[in-house]
């Protein structure tokens, strides 16, 4: 049976001429799976029924089970998405292995296959947070999910899914709030840690999400219609997505780029790539090869520091490629008119928060044409790190921007849910979580 999520229009014509049929059926199949996000062939009503039996037998839409919904006062939603095994990857059977080694891989994979994901509304617009791999192996000392190490890059399909799921779930409707409206979709969270075991359930030929409908929040504190002019087309909420959940993007590169021209695609999800962000820990390979794309959404470094023994200390990837290259990488990035670098800070009470980090950081920008910065105040979390005060940050803000650097002050949602940036690690949040499943 062929798993059709993920596959691009080429590969949905090709198999459709495999089963003898005409390839623009494959185009069709795109359509409805993508645009329209009809996960069961009984519901693509645009093909014929003989078709649509045909698929039922023969292939296979796999959506990741929810395992769990945090919902936050704010109304963010944090998701715990069990994922599929890959095959052959985690499968010990046969294995020459010890006993003992072959359990604790077996009991690993029982907890590998889960990733996390948060979908954030406000006014006129709703953010979709993603992750591009379960675990990450680039050992940021700030993060959570670096603790877990890498446990396995996600499919295209899979990285696609988290968007489609929660775009269905909560459709071109915003849950608006009126707090935060400032927060872009850059840097409203960025980066947790987390981890869930998945089941999927199975329904004729389509493996479906279990209870894959709206679920108000519990804590809703206002609903508000979309802003005059804020939306994407009339009468519907824009979407953004970022790719800054689980695991370094740039790492995970064809899966990631596959998933992305679907989602960019106008044929496909129709995310305009003005709000689509990809945020990487400074992979400059991998940024030297995203500036050849074709298609490509924007590109966000996270900086976190103002000099390479900050940066050393706080981002061993740093050592690879130090500031200087980092910084000659993004020089050269071929922007498009609209478009400018985003650097991500988070700032780190007495780490990386003076006045004169903020002037370090001006200079370090300075060769570089549309930039700006997004100062994101810690979250707290089990790390050895603390807040900056509000007066410490304000005042790093004023430097940049008194020196010409556009800075903005982004709030992460859904802290009281531990979806916020930097917050979340196979933690439950109690009786305000609306979670149906203990981990
Ligand atoms: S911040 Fe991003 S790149 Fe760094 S360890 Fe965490 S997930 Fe990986």
């Not at 994901?117 to 670096?146: K, N």
């Not at 890498?150 to 988290?162: S, Y």
């Not at 900056?388 to 849910?417: C, Q, T």
Request: glycine fraction near 8%.
């Amino acid at each position: 049976m062929i798993e059709l999520l993920g596959k691009s229009k080429e590969e949905l014509r090709a198999f459709c001429a495999t089963l003898g049929e005409p390839a623009y059926r494959g185009g069709q199949i795109y359509h409805a799976l993508y645009a329209e996000r009809r996960f069961d062939f009984t519901r693509m009503t645009n093909l014929p029924a003989a078709l649509r039996e045909r698929l039922a037998k023969e292939a296979r839409i796999t959506l990741p089970e929810v395992k769990q919904r945090f919902v936050s006062t704010d109304g963010s939603v944090r998701y715990l998405f069990g994922l599929r095994e890959k095959e052959g990857e985690f499968n010990t059977a046969g294995s020459e292995e010890g006993t003992e080694k072959s359990q604790k891989r077996s009991r690993r994979a029982q907890i590998q296959a889960s990733v996390e994901a948060v979908y954030m509304p406000s006014e006129g617009r709703q953010t979709i947070c993603i992750s591009t791999q379960a675990g990450c192996a680039v050992d940021c000392h700030f993060c959570l999910t670096a603790q877990l190490g890498l446990i396995r890059n996600l499919t295209g399909g899979e990285i696609l899914a988290q968007a489609l799921v929660a775009r269905e779930e909560h459709g071109s409707k915003s849950t608006a709030l009126t707090m935060e409206e400032d927060a872009g979709p850059e840097n409203q969270r960025r980066n947790p840690s987390k981890i869930a075991s998945g089941a999927k359930a199975r329904i004729g030929g389509t493996q479906l999400m279990s209870g894959l409908k709206p679920r108000p929040p519990r804590h809703k504190v206002g609903t508000q219609g979309p802003k005059p002019g804020a939306t994407e087309t009339a009468g519907k909420v824009q979407t953004n997505v970022v790719l800054m959940g689980q695991g370094e993007p740039l790492l995970n590169f064809e899966p990631v780029m596959a998933a992305l021209r679907i989602m960019l695609d106008p044929e496909g999800m129709g995310i305009s790539p003005k709000h689509v962000t990809l945020s990487t820990s400074g992979i400059v390979p991998g940024i030297e090869r995203l500036g050849r794309e074709k298609v490509r959404p924007k590109l966000a470094i996270s900086l976190n520091a103002s000099n390479d023994e900050q940066r050393d200390a706080l981002m061993p990837i740093n050592k690879r490629y130090p500031l200087k290259v980092l910084m000659e990488g993004c020089k050269n990035y071929p922007l498009r008119p609209w478009e400018h670098v985003t650097f991500e800070y988070v700032m780190l009470g007495d780490v990386n928060d003076s006045p004169e980090d903020a002037r370090r950081v001006v200079r370090l920008l300075a060769a570089l044409k549309k930039v700006k910065v997004n100062l994101i105040p810690w979250n707290p979390g089990e790390l050895p790190y603390r807040e900056s005060s509000p007066e410490r940050i304000e005042e790093f803000r004023r430097i940049l921007n008194d020196k010409g650097v556009p800075a903005f002050v982004r709030y992460s949602r859904g802290r009281d849910v531990m979806a916020a940036c930097g917050q979340l690690a196979l933690l439950d949040v109690g009786p305000q979580s609306s979670a149906s499943t203990v981990l």
